[in-house]
């Protein structure tokens, strides 16, 4: 039986993850990989939640601020740097935590990733073109026409994901959900997955304060800095697109600050779409942390994958 375990702590944003994830990290004295794929740029902090200086020295975080967001960084950069972490972290650890709320990164590296069909140039290129020309609402629109499976639980304020889907879609006549189903790869550790969740009043409350405290934080101001570079796939996320609405004077400030809270509350049921689909995820309020402890050395003691 493998001795070596990787607990998995998913969840919606703002669910506080980060703060289960140390205490359960403390407990098993080891170490964190972050799986979020914004929290990774060393340019954005204010607007992807990165955890506090005080939360990094409590417990030492990978994943968080080791790229830039001029690199390419995506499920399948992730899985291998995962893979790499723990393999490292577990010559030293038998348990080893992986958090965050980006389903895909997750997925890849519990199971690996799937094998994309060959796509044509022409159809990415006229995609492109007709984003360009009509923006992210026609995009969604055609996405959410063409390709309704990936609509329901997509990224859909990703204009980069709705891209790729659409060419799929053309491409091959399938939902790109059709090639994300196939493979599983079996990891030579086991694998715990545990979920945070609370009630959608409650979770709603905390995104909206959160927005808050981001923005008296200088939100606004970490947005003007990156302005250059809004048209990179990093910067074309919650928090930051309907910053860019604002300093270019297509909305007022107040509305951009109610945008956030209000695509926020979708990202974050689009997360919960995503986990609770994953059955081997047991799930648990942030708060009972003892009980994911006592969970976590009942599952190592049968040697759960």
Not at 106 to 133: H, N, V, W
Not at 268 to 283: L, Y
């Amino acid at each position: 039986m493998n001795n070596k375990t990787c607990v998995i702590i998913a969840g919606p944003t703002a669910v506080g993850k980060t703060a289960a994830a140390i205490e359960v990290a403390r407990h098993f004295n080891t170490e964190i990989i972050s799986a979020d794929s914004r929290q990774c740029f060393k340019e954005m902090a204010i607007g992807v939640a990165k955890p506090s200086s005080e939360e990094l020295q409590q417990v030492h975080h990978y994943f968080i601020g080791t790229h830039s967001i001029h690199d390419t960084v995506n499920a399948a950069v992730f899985e291998q740097y995962a893979l790499q972490t723990i393999d490292t972290l577990f010559q030293q650890q038998n348990v080893a935590v992986v958090t965050g709320g980006t389903g895909l990164y997750i997925k890849a590296f519990c199971e690996g990733l799937d094998d994309m069909p060959p796509l044509s140039p022409e159809i990415r290129t006229a995609i492109q073109e007709q984003y360009q020309q009509y923006g992210l609402a026609w995009l969604q629109q055609q996405v959410k026409e063409q390709d309704p499976l990936y609509y329901a639980s997509g990224e859909i304020l990703n204009p980069q994901r709705l891209m790729r889907a659409l060419e799929v879609k053309q491409a091959t006549g399938q939902s790109i959900r059709s090639f994300q189903q196939q493979k599983k790869i079996n990891r030579p550790f086991n694998i715990i997955k545990l979920g945070l969740e609370l009630p959608r009043p409650e979770l709603h409350t905390r995104i909206n304060t959160r927005v808050d405290k981001m923005m008296e934080q200088g939100l606004l101001q970490e947005a003007q800095q990156l302005l250059p570079y809004k048209h990179l796939n990093a910067l074309q996320t919650v928090g930051y697109t309907e910053l860019y609405e604002y300093l270019d004077g297509n909305i007022t400030l107040q509305q951009a600050i109610e945008q956030i809270k209000t695509n926020t509350r979708h990202y974050a049921k689009r997360q919960m779409t995503w986990f609770k689909k994953d059955a081997a995820i047991q799930w648990f309020s942030p708060n009972a942390v003892s009980e994911i402890i006592d969970t976590i050395d009942g599952a190592e003691g049968r040697g759960q994958r």
